[in-house]
């Protein structure tokens, strides 16, 4: 073994034989602070620290406690930038949070942390036991949060794809364990009433009754206290913060139930029911197990979809390869990408060609082809060509966790139906038990020896939790259904906002047409120059753009023609000095003055040296084949269609004469376009399709706006829907989606609150026997959450 600590570098004292197993592997310790903190990151399974670190650790202080310890050791930026996302003015993580047991305890949550000077948002996630959290990084520490969420009885750490799973497992087994103990002595339980009830041992003395009272009590204690604690934690959670959360009323109804019959055992007065407190238990943890088993089938998408990310990546080092951790990557790092291996990072392909499988982003299952010039994603599989790709950013800025970080934002947006819900649900738990004192009072007077069950089944078959869940589960799978469709929701607002839509706005370029185009005649006026000369210093100025038409110029790039001091002017073109000459590239519009753009009023793109025309560039594109059914659709629903281009008006025309839009704008900047929004604003609920940078400023002009997902970085950090399978046609699933969600959502508080209006009188009134009303609250629950995953299925 090493005389120097693992964890620290320090030289180890004599006598201390401290070690930690880390990597199958026992690694010595100097004290018990590196040896408590070295555990807390094998526990937390953040062992890749150790590989990757640059540095040793500081020396543990074994003062601190573990936890405490644990809690400072994820404010390490190393080992922060694997989970959190950071800007200049925040950071962002995702939290998994232990011990949510309904949508009350995800509102404790959000309540108690929106105190906290530095968090800038909270958004709890009943359905995904997941939290995304935003805060003030000089103003609050990840480790003050964590604390906090501990202090109020919950357990977060950050979101991890390779633990998840394994969390999911123990969750699930302490569940199995639970239902297996308070089964087996239900079941012994019930066989001992069910011969008393029955007159089985009415030859007995009253000694042996009880004798099997107290039997009874014995078997009933852990189906109570095992069984039945997580009730408890819930209930004591929202107490501790003055809060009353749906395991208040479950807790009071076991706690009386049991404590009354184990009173009339020790005293041998009055009737036991421990049958009924052991059913009870046992149908609510079946109850609780369905929706656990609910909840883990529509969080998988996420979890699934970080899995996808690579540990390492093939780094070139000085023409070497060297193998380095995936999230160490930076921007301008070069790749090598082998047959079958996942791409690692964002980037774009500067040396070979090959096909990639990009169904984890668009659902499509049909390889890709990209070469030279192309964009690919982190998380994608190569398939049989070596590709070299420069990286654009590093992990935590990648596509796909940007996809998963907005996502999870989406599915916890609460609509203005889902606030309402939670403030009558925070109300009803307090009218619940209002009601089951006045019950309790009202019965003790008229039947007293019926009075406490009655009370009993009050306060269990009221319970609220169908309420709280009838939105957040719906929400989940249709953002989960959508992502499997290729279609990424950014802004909560939109499955409330889409089925308002009564107008489309769409681009031309790269929207309504697919994008990709093609030069079939370069006229050159200049004598000077040849063709090939023409082409080059074109696709030298056009490197610089990111307009769909820059793609086009991709092929006849040469690197002897090198631009300098470029400027691109957006939606009109771009100009540069090569070899000493000033050369733009663009609309005529934007190059010739009033009098002479009549000449040029047909084509497209011009190039210009010192203000004199070189070469006119004729370029094709070609319509999107589902543009036409849409539009056709759209229009069949009396929704109206626009189209707002750039191009000239014979270039729109040609477009308009084959989707046939309602009404085509030609010739726009991004002002006009973000104009005739803002004045279509005023009667219509607008949304907006684009895909090139001077579409970003005009999304916010729209209610709702789209990126293609083949188009720019800049689009896609501006829309509220990313269609990343590229189609138009995604619209109309996503419209069909939303339609079906908001139907679904109505279908669940419609069952939600009739089932509690129904339940509550009857109740009162004694017409509800306990086990009656676990089954019909535990089935309210499974009702809300089985009706909500239909929206998983297609169709």
Known sequence: MSDSCYHCGEVIPKGISLSVTIDKV????????????????????????YRFRTDMAPKGDALIPEELARKKLLDDETLQDEFTFKTDLYKEAILTIEGINCAACAWLIEMQLEKLKGIISINVNATTQRATVKWTDSKINLSDILTAIDKIGYKALPFKASTIEARNIIQSKRFIKRLGIAGILMMQVMMIAIGLYFGAFSD??????????????????????YGAFPFYVGAINALKIK????????????????????????????????????????????????????RTRAAEVSANLLKLMPMTATKIVNDNEEFIAAKKLLAQDLVIVKPGEIVPADGIVIYGQSQLNEAMLSGEQRPVDKKVGDNVFAGTVNGDGNITIEVKHNSQHSFLSQLIRLSETSQAHKPKLAKLSDKIAQYFVAIILLCAILTALYWQQHLPEEAFWITLSVLVATCPCALSL???????????????????????????????????????????????FEI?????????????????????????????????????????????????VSGSGVEGIINNTLYKIGKPAWLLPPEQLKDYANIPCLLMKDDQIVASILIEDKIRDDAKALIAQLKAQDIITMMLSGDNQSGCDKIQQQVLVDHVHSSLSAADKMELLLKQQQTHTVAMVGDGVNDSPVFGAAHVSFAMGGGTDVAKSGADVILLNNKLSAIKTLRNVAFKTKRIIWQNYSWAFGYNAIILPLAMSGHVTPYMAVIGMSFSSILVITNSLRLLKKG
Not at 210 to 222: F, G, N
Not at 487 to 499: A, D
Not at 528 to 536: E, G, Y
Request: net charge negative; glycine share 4%.
């Open 520 to 568: 079939y005649q370069c006229n050159v006026i200049d004598e000077n120059l040849d063709k090939t000369s023409v082409l080059a210093i074109s696709a030298a100025l056009e490197s610089y753009s990111e307009h769909p038409i820059a793609k086009a110029f991709t092929t006849y790039r040469d690197f002897n023609y090198k631009a300098n001091n470029v400027k691109v």
């Open 26 to 49: 026992a690694q010595p310790m100097c004290c018990t602070g590196c040896q408590a903190i070295a555990e807390t990151i094998v526990a937390n399974g953040l062992t890749e620290y």
């Open 243 to 294: 809060r009353l959360s749906m395991d208040v009323p479950v807790s009071i109804a076991i706690s009386l139930a049991f404590s009354a019959s184990a009173w009339a055992t020790i005293s041998q007065q009055g009737e036991v029911y421990f049958e009924s407190v052991s059913m009870f238990t046992f149908l609510l943890l079946i109850g609780k197990f369905l929706e656990f088993r609910a």
């Open 470 to 516: 009838a939105t957040p589960t719906a929400l989940t799978c249709a953002t989960t259904r959508l992502n499997k469709d290729g279609i990424m929701i950014k802004s909560g607002h939109v499955m409330e906002t889409v089925p308002k839509l009564n107008c489309i706005a769409f681009d031309k370029t790269g929207t309504l047409t697919s994008g990709d």
């Open 204 to 225: 007995m003395s009253a000694d042996n009754l009880i004798y099997l009272r107290w039997t009874s009590l014995l078997l009933t204690s852990p189906i109570v206290t």
